[in-house]
């Protein structure tokens, strides 16, 4: 039996050829028969989940050029998590700031990555639409909007919630594409493409928490020089109305704002 030192050797020397077979020996002693199957089922089980999490990044990719990343992101990339669930966020992060870019690369990869990503995070978020604290059928424009914990706005240069391997774009879009990522009150996670003057009154909303819809519609008319007050402000209330349809406001806080 080994003692405690040569132990914790074979550890690193079995955890190491496990990450990168093609380079790092495997233990001595131990047969290569029995290795292999630690190597398929580590390897299988975290290209499984990745594959799982990316479908549409999957579908584009040819096997060859698939593996080959999966397998340099489990050989080279060191996590910042132990935990399984968050496999897909660790190779996100591989794609943004480890992976060495490649010629034949999508220029839309990283972003679909993130866009993939997005919906398993917002499943998985641990937040829950408060039950109380907030009047459902309340003034929007007078009162303080109240966003739901579980909405996310998200921009992008390209389409990404249109790629498939029928739709492939070469380009950046002429405008970003703005998204909002939520989870209903059903459990289910959505998502609503809004244009850019929406995303921005969702950001001043949650930016200045106290603010009333009125004013937050009116923060954003003032930053659109030359467009007509008056139908920025009635856009933008139904704006706020079309969010609370789709359960990314809940409605106004209790309090409501006089003036």
Known sequence: MRDGLSFKTLQYEFAAHLRNPAEVPGPQGVEDRRMQIYRDLFYNNVEGFISGAFPVLRSLTHDEKWHRMVRDFFSRYRCQSPYFLEISQEFLGYLQTARVPEADDFPFMVELAHYEWMELAVETDTDEIPATGF??????????????????????????????????????????????????????????????????????????????????????AAELAGLDEQVVMQGGEQALKQLRDNGIILGTELTTIKG
């Open 135 to 220: 009047n459902q059928g309340g003034d929007l424009m007078q009162g303080r909007p109240l966003v739901s914990p579980l909405a996310h706005v998200v921009s992008y240069q390209y389409p990404v919630h249109r790629i498939s391997v029928d739709f492939v774009p070469q380009q950046p879009a002429d405008i970003p594409t703005f998204l909002i990522v939520y989870r209903d009150s059903g459990d289910v996670v959505r998502f609503m493409e809004i244009n850019g003057v929406t995303a921005r009154l969702l950001l001043v909303l949650d930016e200045n928490p106290g603010l009333s819809g009125y004013d937050a519609v009116k923060t954003v």
